[in-house]
């Protein structure tokens, strides 16, 4: 078979452009033999991204098998835009969570912005409605020069693109770490709610149905955005500038209403948004899901600029777009609804029977100025397989770290004043509040947001669901997290922990967890230190999420992580939607009454520092030994406190996590201005600073009328969770028995101001 | 209680508007789309919080200008209560059925946070008195209220002042109950010279529940229903 076309002014593929596009000599290699023929230079673009770490997930395919991904809730699991979870009566949350890391270090408000617009499309893409986000964030050290750009210019492309659609931001975190001052993490997470029979699936069914172009017109930004974002960051990455997509909610907001109305209708039999590698992604994979082909003609491409090329429509990120492939006889219906939302659609193709991509365009027409006249010829013909399952996968060769020789009991130098220590980690940029940042967020337009951020150790929505039957009301509990400092000292138990943190973060707002998605951020899968990192960190989410019941529904890998050699800490960032079963079981995480009892449950700290922020402080270095968690212990916490908040024994309940035992206390006091007396829990005997400053996990301090003690002591006692009755709400200080007194308004002022020294 | 709730393209606090007014007050609300030049039998308008059009040009500009508008312009003409909360108060300044305009914050962030704001005078939407305080949201980036020195002595002298931002104790904002966009005269909300129509920063709908934690902007749509004379 001849090669397809070039066109005029495109060079001949070669070894040399395909490395240029991050193929490796041997991929190449695999394209000559099994298309037995030289690729024409827009299909070596098709292949490349499609065989690009950010769409092939080559590295880490293999090793995501192994995470759990079923049960009796589980509506929709991996491989779609978005997995989905039942929340009863016919309806279910979908959700996903995925990175735009490298455009957002190229240009912060722009990349965080189409992050966010490019979650929101997957959501909205299967027939839900986006109802709130959150985003997890990394930035460099404090005061690296460039964190105040990256992280002003974040913050206000996530509040830019998200207030302006009108989707709540309701939460997230953010951590610093010298590991990210080179390769920054924006990970945005969206759910959205549907009716369960009314999911649409990106599926190109039907031979013959015309395939729909809807939305923003086809431009040059980002193009090979995908690559991009499946290389390691070196000094000319300013130059990469290019490959950055720009975003347009308002056009998104337009496209998402006229898309859940076009659904409505039922003329469509499936429907992908153009996210990364732009319209080859989305045809190739709905050609792949329903084992068919496609044939697209780019003459009918919409766009906005002149003389666009095949390669140059191919690999357009161009952002608010979506394909659909229409019932046929029913286009009139998507057309009318386009106009009614000022919205370009155009049929740009049909789903074949061949399994092959097929594109067509004319050389020398340009139907934007109207050059030439049409006249088609074939440039793209690949075998659809070919760009999905028979793409690379490889499994990477992987080595243990060599063990630290310091590990062992590191506790650093017990400081004098506790207090003023308490007081300088409380007001720290990885404790303290983050109200700069969530108050740049829309957080409540939807009128749902019951638990805001800052309240409670999750966010709480209040969802509309109506059907037939009319409007109900139900309750999730959402939560994103991940400590890449615990997974940097174990790769197994600090993913284990993050999916701890996340799930047990729903039930202390009395939510029980009900899936999973996950953000993997890794270095070079080809360091095989880093690969035995990943592996690790996957079978670590993979006990967790068995062991506590949030199986994975969707997500996404990001590798590549780097600059200049140097890997960021691994960050299996994970989100967990959950569902309250009543609002009025609800907990915030402050103290909320002078009297009340305080508790901690669960086993109490053992003095290990390792991986915490105190040490860090104290160390400059993520050091120390692991924590580790015990998954048994924890779902029996996490079983027990859900218990008494159905029970509705508790005023509050607040993890013990980033910064540890005293931080969680004085967080529970400075919401509400509360004081408190304690005593500090010890089950070993180790410094007051180890007890005050670990970030063991599986404790959980609640408060409590005096009233509720007995039935609080006896659900504990029942699922065998270590229970010790430590003091009392009261006072305008935080006391904790031998160690420390501090005014509460003094922890308050410290905590509010915290990322002064960033963004002022 | 007839409401029609105006939807542009771009608005965001549609359903905010909607579901409080119909779900919590009880009222009959329906969207009235842009392209459409009915409003129905309503007897009252609201037009919800967002990004019309994008906010391109200037926050309000462009909706100024769609088929709707006419029908808003000719009922507040006849003396309807039209409620512009957010955007909607930015769209109705860009018509010209408010005095002022609406300006970028001072700190040039969008801000979302509680604030309080107090009654200065009585009107379709105020009957709760002078000097009540109430604690509502602010969401915007654009909210800082501009007009001439002759502008605020004929507003003050119309008894135009719906809201000033204020202390949670009703004095002056200070501290962290400061002014929260450098709005001249510290001025949340005002009226028309005829009190008919009211345009407002802060969020009435998104505070008008207890499950939200805050349902003082209830307030406001008993007050327009008293004043519909609907008990």
Same mark, same amino acid.
């Given at each position: ?22 193929? #490796?000599?041997?991929?190449?290699? %695999?394209?000559?033999?099994?298309? &037995?023929?030289?690729? #024409? ?33 589980? /509506? ?102 010298? #590991? ?128 666009? #090329? ?8 161009? &952002? ?7 019932? =046929? ?28 991509? /097929? ?19 074939? /440039? ?59 108050? &740049? ?10 638990? %805001? ?18 409007? %109900? ?120 009454? =002078? ?21 860090? &402080? ?105 229970? =010790? ?36 | ?45 609201? !037009? ?19 088929? !709707? ?15 512009? !909360? ?146």
């Amino acid at each position: 078979m001849s090669t397809p076309a070039n066109f005029p002014g495109e060079p001949e593929s070669s070894p040399e452009i395909a490395r240029e596009f991050g193929l #490796s000599d041997e991929e190449w290699e %695999r394209v000559l033999s099994t298309l &037995q023929r030289q690729p #024409s230079y827009a299909e070596l673009g098709v292949i490349s991204v499609m065989w690009s770490e950010h769409c092939s997930y080559k590295s880490s395919r293999i090793h995501l098998g192994r995470l759990p991904t079923t049960g009796p809730q589980v /509506v929709q699991g991996p491989g779609e835009n978005a997995g989905a979870v039942d929340i009863g009566d016919g309806f279910c949350a979908v959700f996903k969570m995925e990175s735009h890391n490298h455009p957002s270090y190229i240009e912060p408000y722009q990349g965080a912005a189409t992050g966010v617009g490019g979650i929101l499309r997957d959501v909205f893409t299967m027939g839900a409605r986006p109802i709130a986000s959150l985003n997890s964030l990394r930035f460099g050290r404090p005061d690296h020069p460039k964190t105040p750009h990256l992280l002003k210019g974040v913050v206000a492309g996530i509040g830019g693109y998200g207030n302006c659609i009108g989707v709540p931001t309701v939460g997230g975190e953010v951590q610093f770490d010298a #590991s990210y001052d080179g390769n920054i993490l924006v990970n945005a997470f969206t759910v959205g709610i549907a009716k369960t029979d009314d999911l649409f699936f990106g599926v190109a069914e039907g031979v013959g149905n015309p395939i729909i172009y809807v939305g923003a017109k086809t431009g040059r930004d980002g193009i090979h955005g995908a690559t991009m974002a499946s290389a390691e960051f070196g000094e000319e990455t300013d130059s990469k500038l290019p490959t950055v997509q720009v975003g347009d909610p308002f056009m998104e907001k337009l496209l998402l209403e006229a898309c859940l109305e076009i659904f409505a209708t039922d003329c469509l039999s499936g429907v992908q948004d153009m996210g990364a590698a732009g319209l080859t992604s989305s045809s190739v994979e709905m050609a792949d899901r329903a084992g068919n082909g496609i044939e697209l003609d780019l003459d009918a491409i919409p766009r906005r600029t002149k003389a666009l #090329s095949p390669y140059e429509m191919l690999l357009s990120e161009s &952002q608010e777009r979506m394909l659909m492939v229409a019932k =046929e006889g029913r286009e009139r219906e998507v057309f009318d609804i386009c106009a009614k939302w000022d919205l370009d659609a155009s049929i740009v193709g049909r789903v074949t029977d061949t399994g092959r991509f /097929v594109c067509k365009a004319t050389p020398g027409y340009d139907p934007f100025d109207g050059t030439g006249k049409p006249d088609p010829v074939v /440039v793209v013909d690949l075998p659809v397989d070919l760009l999905t399952n028979a793409a690379p996968k490889y499994d990477r060769p992987q080595k243990s770290r060599a063990e630290q020789a310091t590990v062992v009991t590191m506790t650093g130098d017990a400081p004098d004043d506790l207090g003023a220590e308490l007081l300088r980690l409380v007001g720290s940029p990885n404790i303290g509040s983050r109200s700069w940042i969530w108050r &740049q967020y829309d957080h409540i337009v939807r009128d749902g947001t019951v638990i %805001r951020p800052g309240e409670g150790d999750a966010a709480v929505v209040r969802v509309f669901c109506e059907d037939e039957s009319g409007m %109900r009301e139900k309750y999730l509990a959402i939560s994103c997290d991940c400590n890449g400092r615990h997974v940097e000292i174990d790769p197994f138990g600090g993913a284990a922990m993050a999916v701890a943190e996340c799930t047990r973060n729903i039930v202390c707002v009395g939510g029980k967890p009900l899936g999973l998605t996950d953000c993997l951020n890794f270095g070079n899968p080809e360091m095989p230190e880093q690969m035995w990192r990943f592996a690790q960190a996957v079978d670590g989410l993979a006990a967790a999420c068995s062991a506590l019941g949030a199986p994975v529904v969707s997500g996404n890998v990001s590798l590549y992580n780097e600059t200049d050699g140097k890997a960021i800490l691994p960050t299996p960032t994970v989100a967990v939607v959950g569902q309250l079963e009543d609002p009025e079981h609800r907990l915030g995480l402050g103290f909320k009454r =002078e009297g009340d009892v305080i508790a901690h449950l669960g086993r109490p700290s053992r003095g290990v520092l390792g991986g915490s922020e105190w040490l860090v &402080q104290h160390t400059g270095s993520v050091t120390g030994a692991p924590v580790g968690i015990d998954l048994e212990a924890e779902a029996s916490l996490q079983h027990a406190v859900l218990q008494m908040a159905h029970a509705k024994l508790l005023r509050s309940a607040h993890d013990v996590s980033d910064g540890g035992f005293a931080v969680c206390l004085a967080e529970a006091c400075i919401a509400n201005g509360f004081g408190a007396r304690v005593t500090l829990p010890a089950d070993e005997d180790a410094p007051a600073h180890a007890l005050l400053f670990s970030e063991e996990p599986s404790r959980i301090v609640v408060s409590l009328p005096p009233n509720s003690l007995g039935s609080v002591h006896e659900i504990c006692a029942r699922h065998g969770v270590p229970f =010790e009755k430590i003091g009392t709400v009261g006072g305008d200080t935080l006391m904790i028995d031998g160690a420390c007194d501090v005014p509460v308004e003094e922890l308050a002022e410290r905590h509010a101001r915290a990322l002064d020294s960033i963004v002022s | 209680m007839k409401v029609a709730v105006v939807q542009f393209p771009g608005s965001n606090a549609d359903w905010d508007a909607l579901h409080t007014l119909r779900d919590v007050v009880g009222a009959d609300a329906w969207y009235a789309f842009h392209k459409n030049t009915s409003l129905g039998d309503a007897d009252a308008v609201v !037009i919800p919080g967002g990004f019309s059009y994008g906010d391109y040009l200037r926050a309000g500009a462009i909706a100024g200008f769609s088929p !709707i508008v006419s029908s808003v312009r000719e009922f507040a003409s006849r003396g309807g209560p039209v409620l512009g !909360i957010c955007n909607g108060f930015q769209i109705l300044t860009e018509m010209g059925l408010l005095p002022g305009a609406l300006a970028r914050n001072a700190h040039l962030r969008f801000e979302c946070r509680d604030i309080y704001l107090r009654v200065e005078n009585e009107g379709p939407f105020t009957d709760m008195g002078r000097g009540t305080v109430l604690k509502l949201p602010i969401a915007h980036a654009d909210g800082r209220y501009h007009t001439t020195e002759e502008g605020l002595a004929e507003l003050e002298r119309h008894g135009q002042v719906a809201f000033r931002y204020c202390a949670s104790h009703g004095g002056a904002p200070d501290g962290a109950d400061a002014n929260p966009n450098g709005s001249v005269s510290d001025i949340a909300g005002v009226y028309n010279r005829e009190k008919n129509v009211l345009g407002m920063m802060p969020h009435p709908e998104r505070a008008s529940e207890a499950i939200l934690g805050n349902d003082d902007g209830l307030a406001l749509f008993q007050s327009l229903r008293r004043h519909l004379g609907l008990q």
